[in-house]
């Protein structure tokens, strides 16, 4: 039976059913009436597993479909001899090829000559002389075809499209010159944006070597040098033996392995060599993990009450004020060894990365540490913040992953983070290395803000293409002949 010819009734979208208004010299089509949509072989000469050879013609399924191109290193092939045999799905240069099962939309633009065929998961768009394909391309990236994909999405457990679906997608069609002038353009601002992100993410790097060289510095007595030659400090050795003491009057338990790990590197005459069990108060619950998973339960979880503090809260010198969990007051009590107070250290036994802490904010009266969570209640005559500074810093975190246990998802246990090693200067010089790194930080943070306007290049590309598919790129010329004109001349 002949195919019926297409009539303009056929392919123009009626005026109610327009999804948005575009400039007067576009229209709107459907897509069956500016290209052929074109299926895979799927009868007898369809490849099977057996006949997937090492060498030969590209044989194209959904999975080698990557941002846009073929991800050569996915192909499956077939025989010279197999393709021959296919009576369709053969590709060509400006080829659209689109998923209709599985990753539904999942597309690559053909932007050079290549022999190959399709899977019987994908479709070919083959747009029509007369209309760039590559417009099209763009296109059915869009939020414009998105939308209407979703809509005729017939999949249940596997979404699923028709072939009569995507021949039905209604498009925004400008005239050819417009076309032309909207994918230079696009492509133009696509280059930009991506040469930018590659910029930023170089800029990030550079940002993570700063800091880290400046905690570096800041915890071997570089930074503080020549203020120590100009200032006079207390005798941190009076600091650590009151502590000592009043630890042995308070009855907490020695640490018999203190001396197990070197720190590995040299300090000044003035600084000394201390385990991070040595600068917590010198008291019973002072340095804590959270509770055996059995006695806290996410049946426990309450509206309001007491903030629990997770991994998810705990940054690498920063809190993360999302993911709130509460449980009530009666519960907090029964777990009143695990409490944290504002001003102590929450620390992550797990990675990424094992030992990363913060200082608990103001933002509650009391919390409760979960499971894979330890706080550190620092001694009063030691600076909360250097600590803090300290554990983060290169080579401390280095020993903590040394110390952390697992294969495949590394923790590091309670008493093991005790007799991890730190450098401890006196209070005054404490006091300074935490004035100094802060404000090298911020001016590091301030730079880095400055580059979160590219944290998301795929939102950016989706607003360019908004705005390419509605006429508002400004390169719309209304002296150009309509589309109208184009599309009568394609169904003739």
């Known amino acids: 039976m002949a195919k019926k010819k297409l009539t303009l009734e056929d392919v123009l979208v009626p005026k109610e059913e327009i999804p948005y208004e575009v400039p007067e010299n576009w229209c709107w089509v459907k897509l069956k009436g500016i290209a052929n949509i074109i299926n895979g072989d799927r009868g007898k000469n369809y490849p099977s597993k057996n006949e997937m050879v090492e060498e030969g013609i590209p044989f194209i399924n959904a999975g080698a479909l990557k941002e846009g191109k073929i991800d050569t290193d996915s192909l499956n092939y077939i025989t010279n001899s197999k393709f021959e045999v296919l009576n369709s799905g053969k590709v060509q240069q400006d080829d659209i090829l689109y998923c209709l099962r599985g990753t539904i939309g999942k597309n690559a633009y053909i932007e050079k000559e290549m022999k190959g065929a399709i899977a019987s ?94 905690l570096e510095r800041a915890f071997c007595g570089e930074l503080t040098k020549k203020w120590r030659e100009e200032n006079k400090v207390s005798d941190i050795d009076e600091v650590i033996n009151k502590l000592n003491e009043t630890r ?110 913060t200082i608990v904010p103001e933002n509650e009266e009391k919390y409760v540490i979960v499971a894979d969570c330890i706080k550190i209640s620092v001694d009063d005559s030691i600076n909360t913040n250097y600590v803090m500074r300290c554990i983060n810093s290169p080579r401390i975190n280095e020993i903590a992953e040394r110390l952390a246990k697992g294969s495949t998802r590394k923790r590091i246990n309670l008493g093991d983070l005790k007799i991890v090693p730190i450098p401890l200067p006196p209070r005054e010089e404490q006091d300074e290395i935490v004035c100094i790194v802060d404000k090298l930080l911020e001016k590091e943070d301030e730079i880095e803000s400055l580059t979160s306007i590219f944290e998301n290049v795929d939102i950016i590309k989706k607003s360019i293409l908004a705005k390419a598919f509605r006429g508002e790129l400004g390169s719309n010329h209304l002296d150009d002949e309509s589309s109208l004109n184009l599309l009568k001349e394609l169904v003739r």
Request: hydrophobic share 40%.
């Open 121 to 214: 998961s994908l479709c070919i768009i083959r747009v029509n002389g007369d209309v760039h394909s590559k417009y099209i391309f763009y296109l059915l990236n869009s939020q414009t075809i998105l939308t209407q994909q979703n809509a005729v999405n017939n999949g249940t457990a596997q979404p699923n499209l028709s072939a009569q679906s995507v021949k039905d997608y209604m498009i925004p069609l400008p005239p050819l010159a417009e076309q032309v002038r909207i994918v230079n353009r696009i492509d133009s601002l696509f280059d930009k944006v991506d040469k930018a992100s590659e910029l930023v993410d170089e800029a990030r790097d550079g940002f993570e070597k700063r800091r880290a060289a400046i």
């Open 248 to 357: 042995d009057l308070n009855k907490v338990r020695p640490i018999k392995n203190k001396d197990e790990v070197e720190l590995g590197f040299k300090i000044p005459n003035s600084w000394r060599r201390v385990i991070l069990h040595d600068i917590a108060r010198p008291t019973k619950d002072s340095f804590v993990d959270g509770p055996f998973g059995s006695n806290l339960k996410t049946c426990d979880y309450t509206d309001e009450g007491v903030r629990l503090i997770q991994l998810q809260n705990i940054g690498v010198g920063f809190w993360k004020d999302d993911n709130k969990k509460y449980i009530s007051d009666e519960k907090a009590q029964e777990l009143s060894r695990c409490i944290a107070s504002p001003g102590d250290i929450a620390i992550a036994k797990m990675a990424a990365p094992v030992a990363r802490a």
